[in-house]
């Protein structure tokens, strides 16, 4: 296995030689992680998802160096990864561990390794010009995902918003109500950590942006041209959006988690947060994490379980007055802290 | 005796404030148990046989175990159909009492086990992509 990611490496040293490289320093949950791109294709994708996080001393050492390059705009597409690689896996075939290295083929047709020896990622797509626009919005998920297992760290799929106090994550299904809670809040002057997923120290109980983007119902985008600026077409089935400038400074790179909020539509008028129980806490927050990225196991819902048996959970039944979401989950803050 | 064990990597649980949260990451439902299911999914982990997981249960409860035998039965059934647990290999260890099945005295009430499943997340099961890959491997040429 090792073998064929050296090879695949080799791929992306011959497109760089080809077409140069362009270096982009981000810093995420305090690791500095270098992006190098293979030309200049890629930086529209992939960089401003990262917009929030960069970094401009680009002189110090990188906790992570993550190569990236296309076939279209560079010309060199990487010899193919032998099947039993990318077949094998205890939880997926899209996910295998072994010596140090992890390959994720996702089902977009990216191709992801991590190189554990070099402290190395690599990251592969056919074509930058035809990059999906979820692949805008959550740029080198799986890459950072499989990182996370170097550290304390899990990728959680929940927006976060927060205030001095701490912020809370909001998870839920679609529908439930999760990314109207977050503008809401957003547009009633919280900060705002991330619309999807966020990454999450589990021991500290400590919430890192990642992304700075949403994807968002276009009608619900349409609700608030105020807050964000349009990335993509109408074509696509939902919007992606990044934060307008009026708002930006409002992104925060991360804050302590004070608690959980599991939104629900009422149809009622008045907005309220009910405590619950940690099982719900679990059942709101874990599978909508595990069942949409590969290779999780017992040991990512143990650390899920850890989280939520450490932190208060609500659940949030959203009223039809929007603008009182805000306020009750700065109440909700306020009582937690004791404030 | 037939055992019994939780279906392993491919469903994951967990026992949080006296409840269980199980997810099958092959199907993408996930389970909510609580009752007395949470005492016979804590008796299925290390490998048990209906037997054992009622006598567990009689000793835990106070209880005779003529009284939770079809309950017992009746609950690892649906957990089975469910593909949560599956039987074990035939060198399974059994579940022994533990500290823990300490009997009650009548201080632990028995209330039926439940199993809540959901399934709202079915659709977000990822495309596997294995069709995609063939024996060359990917990423690759098609011919023509």
Not at chain 1, 69 to 86: F, H, I, M, Y
Not at chain 1, 193 to 220: C, M, P, Q, T
Not at chain 2, 15 to 41: H, P
């Amino acid at each position: 296995m090792l073998d064929s990611i050296d090879q695949f490496g080799a791929s992306f040293d011959a497109a760089a030689a080809h077409v140069g490289v362009i270096e982009r320093n981000i810093l995420l949950a305090g690791y500095r992680i270098r992006v190098e791109f293979a030309g200049p294709a890629l930086v529209p994708v992939i960089q401003p998802a990262f917009d929030h996080l960069a970094e401009h001393d680009g002189g110090q050492a990188a906790d992570l160096s993550v190569c990236v390059w296309d076939a279209t705009s560079t010309g060199v597409r990487p010899l193919p990864l032998p099947a039993d690689v990318l077949h094998r896996g205890e939880t997926g075939p899209r996910y295998h561990g072994e010596d140090g290295g992890i390959v994720v083929h996702a089902a977009d047709a990216t191709l992801s390794v991590l190189d554990a020896r070099r402290k190395t990622a690599l990251h592969y797509l056919p074509d930058a010009n035809n990059a999906l626009w979820y692949q805008k919005a959550t740029p080198l998920k799986d890459i950072v995902h499989a990182w996370t297992s170097w550290h304390d760290l899990q990728l959680i799929h929940a927006a976060a918003v927060g205030n001095h106090d701490g912020g809370v994550l909001i998870a839920g299904v679609a529908g439930s109500g999760k990314s109207t809670t977050s503008l809401a809040c957003l547009r009633g002057g919280l900060a705002y950590a991330g619309d999807d997923y966020v990454l999450v120290d589990i021991e500290r109980a400590f919430v890192h942006s990642l992304y700075s983007s949403a994807k968002l119902e276009w009608d619900n985008f349409d609700r608030h041209p105020e807050l964000f600026l349009p990335a993509n077409s109408r074509a696509d089935p939902k919007a992606l959006a990044f934060l307008a400038r009026d708002v930006r400074d409002r992104m925060a790179r991360g804050f302590p988690l004070r608690a959980l909020l599991l939104p629900t539509i009422t149809g009622r008028e008045e907005t309220r947060a009910i405590p619950t129980t940690t099982a719900r806490a679990l059942l709101g927050l874990a599978p909508s994490t595990m069942l949409q990225m590969p290779g999780h196991n017992q040991q990512s819902l143990g650390a899920m379980a850890r989280l939520v048996d450490g932190v208060p959970a609500f659940q949030l039944e959203l009223g039809t007055d929007l603008s009182a979401i805000p306020d009750v989950v700065e109440a909700v803050l306020a009582d937690v802290t004791g404030r | 005796m037939d055992r019994f064990e939780v279906s392993r990597p491919e469903v994951v649980g967990s026992v949080v404030d006296g409840e269980v949260v199980a997810i099958n990451l092959d199907t993408g439902s996930y389970y909510n148990i609580s009752g007395a299911g949470v005492d016979v999914w804590t008796a299925i982990e290390p490998a048990a046989s209906a037997h054992e997981v009622t006598a567990r249960l009689a000793h835990r409860f106070g209880l005779p175990v003529d009284e939770l035998a079809t309950a017992v039965t009746s609950f690892m059934e649906e957990l089975l159909a469910e593909g949560l647990i599956r039987p074990a290999d035939a060198g399974a260890t059994g579940a022994e009492l533990s500290a823990d099945d300490a009997p009650s005295d009548g201080q632990v009430a028995f209330s039926p086990p439940v199993l809540e499943r959901f399934t709202d997340m079915e659709d977000l099961l990822l495309v596997d992509p294995v069709h995609d890959v063939t024996d060359r491997g990917w990423p690759h040429v098609e011919a023509g």
